[in-house]
């Protein structure tokens, strides 16, 4: 079944694949939670395991957290409980996910194409960079990317399949993908698989095989099974979360380019309309240099071209899937480039797939193969080089592991908490296990309480806040212990004087 790679190149290829994924396991405990995100998520789900409370996320212990559905969270708590409350438990969850979803690419591309296609997807998809640092990531876009993925790939299993065949697991699998991506970020991952499988319908004019192939009723019945239960409960326990999510997270956010001014989590990250397409050439690197690079060449734009023309099936589906995530958030007002993960197991298919139709003509070209070659070493390379500059302690983003541990050391028995003057950082509640509280730095009375309470406290201030004229009253009661996290992000560290 469309065998065209060499000997040579499928052992490169086994090797690049599975050295990238043994790289990414190794690495998720070599490097610690960077605020803010990182932690903001793993904090929650840590607190789940503290407070057994499986159905409303907690931002703090008196504050829920309404901006995600659960998923993320209940797959980091378990992970945790499993592998030990550390960057590795915090971490692995999403590596998992993101396994299964390439998993799911490698059984639909050998079943519809043959083992070179399935491997080339796969050496393709794990040295996309972002799916690559994404696979290790404390966030939420892992496990919307295995619903839409186990979705679309599903569907396309059993509209391929022989007549007769009922692929009756494939067929419920793609409600279980939309349930999941229901569970991970709401209606939004809906949207992603419906986008791209409703454009194909029509374009294909596949309606009565659509119909006949789905199995509508019931299926539709098992996601609202399997996703409805928790939205229902958690509006019976936090009273305000549907308007909170559905409303503001899905429509306020998307339509408001100045910021949702109801964000209770943070700030839209607002750019320009359009700017989703520039993160989707960004997400793709560097294979979309070899994928549109390949224009120069005759028999590549002959080969796409022909495909264009005869409206290939497989081409359409493969595309449309691919630049879904950024035909729909072209017209938002807030993005990140991990909105663009859901398209990048089907970029990977589709670069796979092109491949395989200029068959000898590519992989006997010496150009083709070099350039993939490098294409296929970069992300390796880097995550050597990164790998290395964990191991050395260089911090790349903020955080505040290492004052939380000398916080936990100097503390020893001690009933002292952290206290945060400064901005209260999620890095800080993690490292601590929860033992930080914050106090507003203008409230003197109750500062000057907490010195007078018989308990030595510790205290961080972010460095321009500890140039303040009018607490200078205060760090004369203070020890001072030395200062953490990275340069232009110093947090001091002062302890009540004995």
Known sequence: ?????????????????????????????????????????????????????????????????????????????????????????????????????????????????????????????????????????????????????????????????????????????????????????????????????????????????????????????????ISLPWYFLAEMKTPGFIDYFIVGEHFRRFVDKDGWKGDLYGKAHTKMYGSIWGFWLTATLPWCIHFFGGIVSKFYRTTVGKLILEKDDDFIYFLLWATAPAIFFSVSASILIPYVLPGVPAFAILFGYIVMKMGDKATESKGFVRSFKIAALVTPVLCIGAMAAFLSGFQFRETHKTMAQEYLKMRGEGKGKLIYLSRRKFSGEFYTKGQITAMPLNNKKELKATLNNDIRDYFTIEYHDARRVDIKW?????????????????????????
């Open 1 to 225: 079944m469309n065998n065209f790679l060499t000997d040579g190149q499928r052992k490169f290829l086994w090797t690049v694949v599975i050295s990238i994924i043994a790289m990414r396991l190794i690495s998720l405990g070599l490097y610690p939670l960077y605020d803010t995100t990182e932690p903001r998520y793993a904090e929650i789900a840590r607190k789940m395991i503290v407070m057994n409370d499986w159905i409303t996320p907690h931002l703090y212990f008196d504050t829920p957290f309404w901006g995600k559905p659960p998923m993320s969270f209940w797959m980091g708590a378990i992970s945790m409980k499993i592998f030990g409350v550390n960057e590795f438990g915090a971490r692995f969850a999403s590596f998992f996910v993101m396994a299964l979803s390439a998993l799911l690419v490698f059984k639909m591309t050998l079943v519809r194409y043959g083992k070179d296609i399935s491997l080339l997807t796969q050496g393709v998809l794990w040295t996309t960079p972002v799916f690559f640092m994404l696979s290790g990531a404390v966030l939420t876009d892992p496990f919307l990317t295995l619903g839409t993925t186990m979705t679309m790939v599903s569907f396309w299993l059993v509209m391929k399949a022989d007549e007769g065949d009922k692929k009756y697991l494939w067929r419920y699998l793609f409600f279980v993908g939309l349930a999941i991506s229901m569970l991970s970020k709401g209606p939004i991952g809906i949207v992603l698989s419906a986008m791209p499988i409703g454009l194909y319908v029509i374009i294909k004019n596949k309606w009565a095989m659509i119909w006949n192939r789905i199995p509508w009723i019931q299926g539709t019945l098992l996601t609202a099974l």
């Open 474 to 498: 205060l760090l004369d009661e203070l020890e001072y212990l030395g200062r953490y996290s990275r340069k232009n992000y110093w947090y001091h560290l002062y302890r009540e004087k004995q």
